[in-house]
Structure formats: C-alpha cells, structure tokens
C-alpha cells in the first residue's frame, strides 16, 4: 500500500478518530470503584530534566482548597472537585462542556523514587515539582 492509497488514510484517520474518543472518554467518564461516584480525569503534560520532574496538570476554575496531591508508591494521586460556575444565578444551562464535579488522575511515575519538593497552582494548572531520590 502507498501514502496516497486511500485505505491507508482512511485507516489513518479511524485510527485518530478513535484515539480522540479514547481521550474524551477518559478525561469526562472516569468510573472509580464500585459505590464511588463518577469522577473526570484532567489533561496533563510531564517534564524530566536530570532527576527532576514537572508535572502540569490543567485544573481551571479549582482553587487551592479544593484538590490534594500524594504520593502513592509510584503514582501521583491528584483529586478534588470543580464546582458548576455561577455565572448568572439561576439560569438554564443550554452547553455544558467543561467538566464539572469529582476528578482523579492517577499519573504513572517513571522508574524510581520521587519526593514532593514545590507545587503550585498558577493560571488554572497545578504544578508539581517532584525531585528523584534513588
């Protein structure tokens, strides 16, 4: 098959339709063990630089007295919950498209042991700055 076989670009293109619908599905429907409520998973991106590491995590709208940070093992567990803004008061919703309620993300850690050294919440993202100890 070449590059300009169209059955190999429309493979490519189901391919990226079902990656999105992956990413959709895990960042708005994550379900937790049974009797725990639904919960949503939010975007991060992952930094390692000589032993240190920097994790973002996009937490819009979610103040410091909201979430909380651990370490368990080889993961970072970050959970908390965003509250639906009240922009008008009552008023009838008619999109709602950022995700509101209980979060959880539990990020794989690279081979190792890692300590919590700084973290920070600025322009709506968490930052951790985690710092390799073995």
Known sequence: MQG???????????VELLEAADRLQR?????GQMGES?????PI????DDGDLAVLV???GVGPDH??????????VVRGERAIATVLGPSAILRLEIPYGRFERHIALPEGMYEMVDFALQHGCLRL???RIT
């Open 67 to 76: 979430f909380e940070v651990r370490i368990e093992g080889q993961l970072i």
């Open 58 to 60: 996009a937490l819009p």
């Open 38 to 42: 639904p919960c949503w998973e939010p």
């Open 27 to 31: 960042q708005f429907f994550r379900f």
């Open 4 to 14: 300009n076989d169209p059955k190999v670009w429309m493979l490519a293109e189901a």
């Open 45 to 48: 991106d992952m930094y390692a």
């Open 129 to 131: 700055h985690l710092e």
